[in-house]
């Protein structure tokens, strides 16, 4: 029988504990969002990668990243949506929970620099989300600022070292043409790809229907292709 969704809010205060419990339980996946995310009204309409899960919603601001985090070594999948987690805490995240396969760090402050230690310490990573947008309804898409800032150096690198890659979500970034190449000729395996807003024109467009044969989804909206 398939697991009911489930929405659990908490306050920061309450998160070390819980943490400290989902590592007793050898808990293998954890998502956790920020107070200003509103998620859909009916469980059953969340998001896919929701379906069958615990979220976990923080009442108010999170001031740092719980060392509690870091020693969940039974993850393979993490989800942290809004959560103003910046270049540190990816580095802390990455050095620290090598055997994931699965990290979602939408709508966050990481940039090229968090960008590179993710791709060099999490080499058995399928998807990767560094985006700066995410599906709570129907009709809207949540957005908060400052975002995520990838560009062309966080694009490549992520291209020459993450080859397991299936899913990779760069959206409402800044990679341009040269990080569409990088992605393209290096990660000819993926399934799904999200490009959108990230200043990419037909050179960029080509390159991708070149070398990206095996995609089952691809999304390449606002960008500059005619």
Known sequence: MAEE??????????????????H???????????PEVELFTLLGDWPDEFQGCTVYQLSSVLSELPHELLRLYWLQSLTLWSLDLNDADATAIAE???QLTSLDLSINKVTDRGAQVISRCLHQLTSLDLGNRIETSALNWYSSYPN????VTGAQTIAEHLGKLSSLKLDNNRIENSGAQAIAEHLSQLTSLD????QIDEIGAQAIAEHLSQLTSLDLSNNQID
């Open 148 to 151: 995520n800032e990838i560009t």
């Open 195 to 198: 490009l959108s807003n990230n």
């Open 5 to 22: 969704s489930r929405l659990q809010r908490i306050a920061p205060e309450e998160l070390p504990n819980l943490l400290t419990q989902l």
């Open 96 to 98: 620290h929970l090598n």
């Open 24 to 34: 007793d339980r050898q808990a293998t996946e954890l998502i956790l969002i920020g």
